[in-house]
């Protein structure tokens, strides 16, 4: 296990024999991402990045490859960037590649929460005295605006250590990042300084946050109130940021599909992201809260894939604590699933496309070992006659009448997930309704999967005809071992029905809790409010909360073993229930965030209830006193 503590908690980094070097070479160690040189194709989008895991010489044996670049982001994890039609050439010219991760498209998941969820009284306790010190917040995200008063101190010097730009070419690359440039909490400073004086300070740092989105998370987590009515939950914390550059083969898709204006991101680069934040944590020797405010529904949903091994692997660090959001994709209708008992039987799923796509994708999950043979109706009614999925088979068909042409490529199973994976690629994809018959070869429980991309990328009314609303948690909420947050409204107390819901397709549970996610007033671009909602909203907010918890842990001594699974236990344990809803469940979770709850239970002075509901009787138990209520009489003590 590896270990991530302030300086005094140093000696528990024995991990690493090279501390020192560490702590006295932070700036050259944080964006040790890459040792090549940058790639000019990564904004090209005739070209297509991959996450992938490779084994031996990777970087020697990519730059021998004139239409491909890469560089590794881990021991194990690499970015690709390949010219489109040529990857089953490189994975014959680099052996090092070992596997190549599904592409997958991640969008933005937002559209005070302090009194709901019980922070404040937490942060104004005389004893506690919490409020984010010494915790650095790490974003993966739109950027941030580092003008915003919201981010500087009363002197004027910014709160962000940090800004990895990934969408700002370096005049003199650096041979330590694939792409985008660094600035450092004293050329902000500088700009700060310029910006006072009257001069243009996007001349030392040209980083904007164009967008709001980073910028907005930012301030619910950590607003230190300038303005009073917007203060953080962690306002004393500090800031690591990375700006994500945006995917350009998605983004011409996407207009192609007339879909403008949607900010789309590719794995490959948050997964290079978070690495960057999780280097800077080990060289400053801090506790880190990373937030990530994206997410994507096209996935395997059971936790297993490459990303869910690198963001548990992450989450495994000692005192960094990942947190995301189970995406606004809960009443989409861009789920669908099906269950076949015997060999032989079809079930079909129906999909309405509204209007012409010039490129549509999406995959089918055959749970393993399940198998399945997949026949394609197009609205005219031509078939494409049930095909037999084969071990790396490739099918191409042509729609006559649609003038639609259809790429199917069967993957028995996958190489990372162990599933029958089937991807259809859509050329001219024609309005109407689309029949995906699966029959089944091989029956254990006879499971399969089909998901989306999420709705902004698509059409307004393009949906399945008998929609799934669960497992529709984005990635990585479905990832065992991060802070996975879903989002309800404060107003009312009801869970929004956007908001992603659970299960994975797996042993475990998510959403591990839920946080007020609507109309939350937080700081925008320059300097302005904004009133912002989505489950992005509330993952900022237990951010905050996580921040304050690992300020009492590590910082100030209290639990020096936090990370990801421990404070999920925490969260879990203060979590308030409602009486009328059974525990865990995929909308709630395990409940509602409640910090003063968290410490209520530490300090053994709060009332643990639980109950059993049955058929014919509910139990009630708050701590030794214990209720049993017939079922006929329930109904009446809520009304």
């Avoid at 500088?190 to 030392?204: F, M, Q, R, V």
């Avoid at 962690?234 to 690591?240: E, I, L, M």
């Avoid at 861009?334 to 999909?351: C, M, P, Q, Y």
């Avoid at 089937?422 to 995906?436: D, E, M, R, V």
Wanted: net charge neutral.
């Amino acid at each position: 296990m590896k270990y991530l503590f302030t300086l005094k908690y140093i000696n528990l980094l024995s991990n690493y024999s090279n501390t020192s070097y560490y702590i006295n070479n932070i700036n050259s160690l944080v964006i040790a991402v890459t040792n090549l040189k940058q790639c000019n194709f990564y904004n090209n989008p005739d070209y297509y990045e991959y996450l992938i895991e490779y084994r031996g010489n990777f970087l020697e044996e990519i730059s021998k490859v004139s239409y491909a670049c890469g560089d590794t982001i881990t021991e194990k994890f690499a970015i690709i960037s390949v010219e489109a039609g040529k990857l089953d050439q490189l994975l014959k010219d680099v052996p090092s590649i070992i596997f190549v991760n599904f592409r997958s498209m991640f969008v933005l998941e937002a559209t005070s929460g302090e009194a709901t969820s019980n922070i404040e009284s937490i942060k104004n306790s005389p004893y506690l005295d919490l409020s984010g010190t010494g915790v650095l917040i790490g974003l993966v995200d739109t950027g941030i605006d580092y003008l915003n008063k919201e981010f500087t101190y009363e002197d004027g010097t910014t709160r962000i250590e940090s800004i990895w730009d990934q969408t700002i070419s370096n005049s003199t690359p650096d041979n330590n990042l694939f792409m985008g440039t660094t600035y450092s909490k004293e050329q902000i400073n500088t700009a700060l300084k310029a910006y006072a004086s009257g001069k243009d300070p996007y001349e030392i740092v040209p980083s904007k946050d164009t967008i709001g989105h980073g910028t907005n998370l930012a301030g619910i987590v950590g607003a230190r109130g300038f303005n009073k009515d917007i203060r953080g939950v962690a306002h004393d914390c500090n800031f690591v940021v990375v700006k994500l550059s945006e995917s350009a083969t998605y983004k011409r898709d996407l207009q192609l599909n007339g879909i403008l204006d949607v900010p789309v991101y590719n794995t490959a680069e948050i997964v290079a992201g978070l690495e960057y934040l999780k280097k800077f944590a080990i060289a400053s020797s801090k506790p880190m809260i990373i937030l990530i405010g994206l997410g994507c529904s096209d996935y395997s949903h059971d936790g297993i894939g490459l990303l869910a091994r690198y963001v548990n692997e992450l989450a495994s660090y000692r005192g960094l604590v990942v947190v995301t959001s189970t995406g606004n994709q809960g009443a989409a209708d861009l789920h669908a699933s099906g269950l076949a008992s015997n060999v032989g039987d079809i079930r079909t799923s129906e999909l309405r496309i509204e209007r012409l796509m010039q490129n549509f994708s999406f995959k089918i999950w055959v749970r393993r070992p399940n198998k399945f043979a997949l026949n394609v109706i197009s609205p005219s009614g031509q078939s494409s006659k049930f095909i037999t999925s084969k071990i790396n088979q490739v099918e191409k068909i042509k729609f006559v009448y649609e003038n639609t042409e259809l790429n199917i490529n069967f993957f028995v199973p996958d190489n990372n997930t162990g599933l029958q994976v089937i991807a259809l690629s859509f050329t001219n994809i024609t309005p109407g309704i689309w029949k995906f018959q699966l029959k089944a070869e091989y029956v254990t429980d006879g499971r399969f999967d089909m998901w989306l991309s999420p709705d902004i990328t698509l059409p307004e009314g393009t949906r399945f005809l008998l929609p799934d609303p669960l497992s529709t948690l984005t990635v990585p909420a479905a990832t065992k071992k991060i802070v996975s947050v879903g989002y309800y409204n404060s107003l009312n107390d009801t869970i929004v029905a956007q908001s992603g819901k659970g299960y994975p397709l797996s042993n475990f549970i998510k959403p591990d809790i839920v946080a007020p996610g609507v109309d939350i007033l937080t700081t925008g671009l320059n300097n302005k409010l904004a009133t912002i909602t989505g489950s992005s909203v509330a993952a900022a907010i237990v951010a905050g909360a996580c921040a304050l918890l690992v300020e009492w842990g590590i910082i100030k001594g209290n639990d020096s073993t936090m990370y990801s699974p421990k404070v999920i236990s925490y969260l879990i344990t203060g979590a308030t229930r409602k009486s009328t809803e059974t525990y865990p469940n995929p909308s709630w979770g395990y409940g509602k965030l409640d910090l003063e709850g968290i410490f209520n239970t530490l300090a053994g002075t709060r009332s643990i209830s639980t109950f059993y509901r049955g058929d014919t009787h509910t139990e009630y138990h708050f701590n030794k006193f214990f209720i049993r209520i017939p079922k006929e009489m329930e109904g009446n003590l809520y009304e």
